[in-house]
């Protein structure tokens, strides 16, 4: 245990989605970058995760080396011995322990939670707790993360057999929206959490379980990851009528910026994009716009600006406000192209317009890792009108690319994008209330101001130049888990 020192703190990242393994948002980007930033600053971090279908096959692919550990892990749930089987490679220095059973074999999320469908989570997070027995190392805290992972702390506070042992976790909010509810019958009996655990003041929510409350009450500390967002679900409705429960809990929560794996985004020496460009010589920059343009069928030799959206197609992401304006967006002077999945409704909408407008609106219906970066390569304005906004990673790593955003100012968005029109100047173009006006006006101006080469070029380069490291959000999270060490 590392009280007093300062080095050498053992951090257990307990995730279920982790880049480039199993990544389906921000929280992959983060279970996949932040751990090597936490190294970088002296803590012993590792990370464990479920292989999930395809997870181990990917790892491989990558080249990375697998190696089985000769002891299974196992914990007690529904009245059986879940085992899996651990398989550990190293990921730019840091360890990562893949948990493989018939339990991680169905679909990562489940659409619809239930007891059947909660249960890998539970015994995943019951299994990452019993892990230090197989591989000799003990964690001095349990870095936990959204929903998926918050039984962890609720096990540590409640569960039979864990809750003397004085353990302690944080739980990181990436999106309060998701907090996995669920009927308390049987899990509560089957999870092995003790019966008077269910109440209003832990884990019930309306008469559901709530995952996501528990580990809110139950984890020795809690951040998210932005400060705006930190304020926000205090009182905000995205919070789905948590806000109370965090308002309660404030003074064990903290807002800590993410930031990004600027080794990854990195225009200079990205491998999934055709040419590499820097801030003191954007050629390649111009080259890709031009692939992206043919790709989507439009002009390549268009002087319109190309508006890039590379998203989840959910209502959080502000595309309530898209749809309402798609129908304004052909006589902006712009190019549209947005590549993303999710609700049926917004792919749609955003399909039927490509088909009325073949020559400025474009949907790549899908999720693509290569393509979103020649979106973001080959932009030149980044739209992201969210309704809400935990933090957001693409508004920066469109920025790194030399696409200015156009953002809502919410959540982390506001953190991170300024307007150019501050008197100190900015990187982007902001709009305040959550209307397709505000939108249209913040979008008009970054059309508008396009067209100044010089003006432009000023934008890119502060955008290009902004440090998105995570170097001074490790820091952070390295004196918070000191901290937590030494109460
Ligand atoms: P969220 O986690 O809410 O989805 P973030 O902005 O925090 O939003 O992170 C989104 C991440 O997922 C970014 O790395 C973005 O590039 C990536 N992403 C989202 N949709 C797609 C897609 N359709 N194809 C490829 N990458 C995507």
């Not at 239930?114 to 190392?137: G, H």
């Not at 929206?177 to 269910?198: D, H, K, R, T």
């Amino acid at each position: 245990m590392s009280k007093g020192g300062s080095e050498n703190i053992k951090i257990l990242f307990v995730t279920t989605e982790i880049a480039p393994f199993s990544k389906v948002g921000g929280l992959g980007d983060v279970a996949g970058s932040l751990p090597k930033a936490l190294k970088k600053a002296g803590v012993d971090v590792r990370v464990v995760t479920p292989a999930w279908p395809g997870v181990l096959d990917k790892a491989e692919a990558l080249g990375l080396k697998l190696t089985k550990v000769s002891r299974h892990v196992y914990a007690a749930y529904n009245w059986e011995i879940k085992q899996a089987e651990i398989y550990k490679t190293e990921v730019d220095g840091v360890l990562v322990y893949f948990l493989k059973a018939d339990d991680y074999n169905g679909d990562m999320y489940p659409p619809q939670l239930n007891f059947w469908t909660a249960s890998p989570f539970a015994v995943f997070c019951l299994q990452a707790i019993e892990l230090s027995k197989s591989i000799n190392w003990t964690p001095d805290i349990f870095h936990c993360h959204d929903w998926t992972s918050a039984f962890l702390p609720c096990a540590l506070a409640w569960h039979r057999h864990y809750r003397q042992t004085g353990l302690k976790s944080i739980m990181t909010l990436h999106n309060v929206a998701y907090q996995g509810v669920l009927e308390p019958s049987p899990f509560i009996e089957a999870s092995g959490l003790e019966p008077w655990s269910f109440n209003a003041s832990t884990m019930e929510f309306y008469s559901q379980v709530n995952l996501l409350k528990g580990g809110i009450v139950a984890a020795s500390a809690i951040t998210t990851v932005s400060p705006t967002y930190a304020s926000e679900i205090q009182t905000y409705e995205s919070t789905r009528e948590l806000s109370g429960v965090i308002y309660q809990q404030r003074h064990k929560l903290r807002g800590i910026l993410n930031g990004i794996d600027v080794d990854y985004w990195n225009p200079a020496s990205d491998k999934l994009i055709s040419k590499n460009f820097t801030l003191s010589d954007m050629r390649g920059k111009y080259q890709i716009r031009k692939e992206l343009l043919n790709k989507a069928g439009f002009d390549p030799e268009t002087q319109d600006p190309v508006v890039v959206c590379v998203s989840r197609l959910v209502d959080q992401k502000g595309f309530g406000l898209v749809i309402d304006a798609i129908e304004r967006l052909p006589q902006m002077g712009a190019k549209f192209i947005v590549l993303g999945t999710g609700h049926e409704w917004i792919e749609n909408a955003l399909l039927d317009a490509s088909a009325r407008h073949p020559d400025c609106i474009k949907l790549f219906k899908g999720y693509d890792e290569p393509l979103s970066h020649l979106l973001y390569a080959g932009g030149d304005i980044f739209l992201m009108p969210s309704e809400f906004e935990p933090c957001g990673l693409s508004q920066m790593i469109s920025m790194r690319y030399g696409t200015i955003p156009v953002a809502r100012e919410v959540g982390g968005l506001k953190d991170t994008v300024i307007d150019v029109d501050n008197p100190d100047g900015g990187n982007g173009f902001t709009f305040l209330t959550y209307d397709t006006d505000g939108m249209l006006w913040a979008l008009g101006r970054a059309i508008a101001r396009y067209k100044d080469k010089d003006a432009w070029q000023k934008i890119i380069a502060r955008g290009m130049t902004e440090d998105f490291t995570w170097d001074r959000s490790a820091e952070l999270y390295k004196n918070l888990y000191q901290e937590m060490l030494n109460a």
